[in-house]
């Protein structure tokens, strides 16, 4: 998971009053326009009463709070009551409880992330020398990418395998915990701020411009999986030979990240490539050796 913003700068919304209580419909992603309706800054809230209501939160979405940092959920607490058009948590609540169908809105106020395509440049350089490594003589590769937000990373990986020629026969699945950020990452269009790293050249060959949106060609869009899925709870089948997954692990309890790091090398191919953040260590992990800043490679079985 990405480095955290408000839900707004990623979604334009319907806002219908409808008494005390409003109704969003989100529409695309990664849109520029912002809800102009203001709501004061929520009132602080004794820490207890805010834990337990991102437990109860996290619950109804499927997820267990406690794997996450309490700070990160606190510090976003006051965003997720804005999103929400509303002052106290006990407002939040009975508005949560009154139409559910909001709850994945309000978790991704706390959990949302944001990248870009090819965001750090080097990784995506080392990405390209390696990737015909990895494969070997096999015809294409296996990629994850774990907590992938809108779509653009593994997006990214799927434009550097079309340049290698190896897009064909690759096998690419992206999860994440949001049902919304996967919706996002299936539509396929972004902003100019979400490409602004793609080459030019890319940018002409694997896009289209559509009323200042850029819209994947489908022959890469199509090449891609999606699936909504908790990163505690996933385990995919197969061996991969490539794993992405940057930024969200240092938003997590340390206890949880612990088994991470074992299912990730357990899942990964001898050889195979391991993607974190910046400020993400597999720490502990006895199988995987830095290869390049952020890039592990798995050394034996």
């Known amino acids: 998971m990405q480095n955290l913003l408000p839900l707004s700068a990623r979604f334009r919304h319907i806002v219908v009053a409808r008494g005390a209580r409003w109704r969003r419909t989100p529409l695309d992603c990664a849109s520029p326009e912002r809800v102009t309706e203001r709501v004061a800054e929520a009132p602080r809230s004794e820490p207890g009463e805010s834990q337990l209501f991102c437990q109860w939160l996290f619950e109804k979405v499927g997820l267990d709070a406690r794997a996450y940092r309490p700070e990160t959920m606190l510090r976003r607490l006051p965003a997720c009551l804005r999103e929400l058009r509303v002052r106290t948590l006990a407002q939040a609540r009975r508005e949560l409880e009154l139409e559910p169908g909001l709850c994945g809105v309000a978790v991704s106020t706390i959990l949302i992330g944001v990248t870009t395509f090819f965001r750090d440049p080097a990784v995506f350089a080392t990405l390209r020398h390696q ?3 990895v494969a070997g003589h096999r015809n294409g590769v296996q990629v994850w990418s774990i907590g992938c937000s809108g779509g653009e990373e593994l997006y990214s990986v799927a434009l550097l395998l079309a340049e290698l020629d190896m897009l064909e026969g690759s096998y690419l699945l992206g999860t994440d915990c949001r049902p919304d950020a996967i919706e996002c990452a299936k539509n396929a269009t972004y902003d100019a701020m979400s490409i602004k790293n793609v080459p030019a050249s890319f940018r002409q060959r694997y896009f289209t411009e559509e009323s200042q949106r850029w819209r994947l060609r489908q022959a890469i869009a199509a090449a891609t999986r999606w699936r909504t899925e908790s990163i505690l709870a996933a385990h995919q089948p ?31 191919r001898v050889g195979g490539l391991l993607v974190l953040g ?16 952020c890039v592990y490679r798995k050394v034996r079985v």
């Open 131 to 133: 990737l015909p490594i």
């Open 238 to 268: 197969g061996i991969w030979d490539l794993i992405l997954c940057r930024n969200t692990t240092m938003y997590m309890a340390t206890e949880a990240t612990i088994e991470l790091w074992e299912r990730f090398e357990n899942s990964l």
């Open 278 to 293: 910046k400020a993400e260590r597999p720490l502990g992990s006895k199988r995987l050796l830095a290869l390049s800043p």
